[in-house]
């Protein structure tokens, strides 16, 4: 009985470690490097001009976008709404960050921008927050691709615990 108590101590002493790492590492921004690999099943299909309507909806929120893209630039306009789940327990944004990616034919990362939406730092949680972004399109891209990262708290920072939200849908290149 000891030594299974001493293994699932061992255990739970690494997944906070790991956990530790995970989010120091996306406090930096969360930016996938050059040749990350993106999953399959987040990848938006991208073939250029045109106009590309859709929904990012993860357990912590939903972003309604549209991108119009021309040969060398697009504008980026949504609609950014966090999940109620969320907000309720922790309605304060200590920081967010949205990036948007560009991908190659394989689903590898051609270049990452930041479309993170303007708002102040401990502000209270907006019912919407609106994107609109003018970026530079990428030569060869065939997809894009969402992820982010952020902190939310209490309204009392003395008595309330911090929570991390992030989606990120990419592998080592």
Known sequence: MKGKRGIMKRQRIIMIGLCCLLFA???RFIVPEIGAMAQE???IAYQGDGKYAGVLKTKDLQ???VLLATDSSARLTGELVFDRSLTDSYPVVKTFFLKMSWLDGDGSVLKTVDISPLQGYLSSVPDQLNIDKKIDTVPGSRFVIFNYYGVFR???PDVSEEWAI???PFSAP
């Open 25 to 27: 590492g996306c406090s």
């Open 41 to 43: 099943e987040s990848r």
């Open 63 to 65: 972003f309604d976008y």
């Open 154 to 156: 209490g309204e009392k």
């Open 166 to 168: 992030f989606f990120f």
